[in-house]
């Protein structure tokens, strides 16, 4: 399949586009903020670089979270804005199984519990296994401390936590640095489209598990209230 995919959830932006013949084109650069401005030039730039357009494609394929609220978004309405304009089906990957393929890819885990830093002292996780050539979730994604992430014995962690809370988290058989590449999301892509889970853009959504990032003043005071003046 033509494929283009993409992820902007973390502060890496990664584009990829696989054409038919197996060949696959990428580009990993700068991500957060920058996204927003960098992403539709990087990907018509790799359409460009493939010799494809739009419409010889057969799904659009994005990051839809858990991740950087503003990252998701942004990966969210730009899959939906080309999906509208060239009628090609949208797909949107869960990061943290694309975080479980790149481990696999990068070390040959097929057992995986997918960490990605959610900020605020939290941790998006959730746990993967590889069974007959396809990733099944075994746990599924959740909001936790540090200290409360769950690695059966034999599984490894893998993700982007480790600088962050690295003596926190608990042990595993391996821990692998990886990212919910674009890479990732394409070797993921044709399982998931089988299975019937591309859609139009109209159903494309990101995927948020924190559903608030900010306290209102009165929040904050009476947070400040509690800490001085505990119960």
């Given at each position: 399949?033509?494929?283009?995919?993409?992820?902007?959830?973390?502060?890496?932006?990664?584009?990829?586009?696989?054409r038919?013949?197996?060949?696959?084109?990428?580009v990993?650069?700068?991500?957060?903020?920058?996204?927003?401005?960098?992403?539709i030039?990087?990907?018509?730039?790799?359409?460009?670089?493939?010799?494809?357009?739009?419409?010889?494609?057969?799904?659009?394929?994005?990051?839809?979270?858990?991740?950087?609220?503003?990252?998701?978004?942004?990966?969210?309405?730009?899959?939906?804005?080309?999906?509208?304009?060239?009628?090609v089906?949208?797909?949107?990957?869960?990061?943290?199984?694309?975080?479980a393929?790149?481990?696999?890819s990068?070390?040959?885990?097929?057992?995986v519990?997918?960490?990605?830093?959610?900020?605020?002292?939290e941790?998006y996780?959730?746990?993967?296994a590889?069974?007959?050539?396809?990733?099944?979730e075994?746990?599924?994604?959740?909001?936790?401390?540090p200290?409360d992430?769950?690695?059966?014995?034999?599984?490894?962690?893998?993700?982007?936590?480790?600088?962050?809370?690295?003596?926190?988290?608990?042990?595993a058989?391996?821990r692998i640095?990886?990212?919910p590449?674009?890479?990732?999301?394409?070797?993921?892509?044709p399982?998931?489209?089988?299975?019937?889970?591309?859609?139009?853009a109209?159903?494309?959504?990101?995927?948020?598990?924190?559903?608030?990032?900010?306290?209102?003043?009165?929040e904050?005071?009476?947070?400040?209230?509690?800490?001085?003046?505990?119960?």
């Open positions: 399949m033509n494929l283009l995919a993409f992820d902007t959830s973390t502060e890496t932006l990664s584009v990829a586009i696989q038919t013949a197996g060949e696959i084109l990428r990993d650069g700068q991500g957060g903020a920058r996204s927003s401005t960098t992403l030039p990087t990907v018509l730039q790799l359409l460009s670089d493939a010799g494809l357009t739009l419409a010889e494609l057969d799904a659009i394929v994005f990051g839809r979270g858990p991740g950087s609220f503003t990252g998701l978004r942004t990966a969210c309405s730009v899959a939906q804005g080309l999906s509208f304009g060239s009628g089906p949208v797909l949107g990957v869960d990061t943290l199984l694309a975080v393929e790149e481990a696999r990068l070390a040959g885990v097929e057992r519990v997918a960490l990605l830093d959610a900020r605020m002292d941790v996780c959730a746990a993967y590889f069974e007959n050539g396809v990733w099944r075994h746990e599924p994604v959740r909001l936790r401390r200290e992430v769950v690695v059966p014995e034999g599984w490894a962690l893998a993700g982007n936590a480790f600088t962050a809370y690295g003596e926190r988290l608990p042990a058989a391996a640095a990886a990212l590449t674009a890479a990732a999301l394409l070797r993921v892509a399982a998931l489209i089988a299975a019937g889970q591309a859609t139009d109209a159903h494309a959504m990101p995927l948020y598990i924190r559903d608030k990032v900010a306290q209102t003043t009165d904050r005071a009476a947070a400040r209230a509690l800490r001085d003046n505990p119960p």
